[in-house]
């Protein structure tokens, strides 16, 4: 089954940095593309980063230049280093196999201001 857990999140000020783990288990992780989401209660849960199996990556515009998504395959494991976080970027971050459905617990980042 798969498995996905997310970690990292924190509170933390305006102009900080966090990096949020994702530990995966129950596929082909390295053969398989993986995305960030994040969701602020009463809006939709938006895409944030991919990374594909090759290591291609791609990033929303609210994020880019300052988020990074990285994977390391043999820890099965993809990461999200956030820098200069600003307060829209407080929300509930997920990872996920981009189009699946099914949704872990995420972990709560919180940026104040």
């Known amino acids: 089954q798969v498995r996905l857990v997310e970690s990292g999140g924190g509170l933390v000020q305006a102009g900080g940095s966090l990096r949020l783990s994702c530990a995966a288990s129950?596929?082909?992780?390295?053969?398989?593309?993986m995305a960030w989401y994040r969701q602020v209660p009463g809006n939709e849960r938006d895409l944030v980063a991919s990374i594909l199996g090759t290591g291609t990556t791609n990033y929303a515009d609210s994020v880019k230049g300052r988020f990074t998504i990285s994977r390391n395959n043999a820890q099965s494991t993809v990461y999200l280093q956030m820098n200069d976080l600003k307060p829209d970027d407080t929300a509930v971050y997920y990872c996920?196999?981009?189009?699946?459905?099914?949704w872990g617990q995420g972990t709560q980042v919180t940026v104040s201001s």
């Open positions: 996920n196999i981009p189009f699946r459905h099914t």
């Open positions: 129950g596929f082909a992780f390295s053969t398989s593309a």
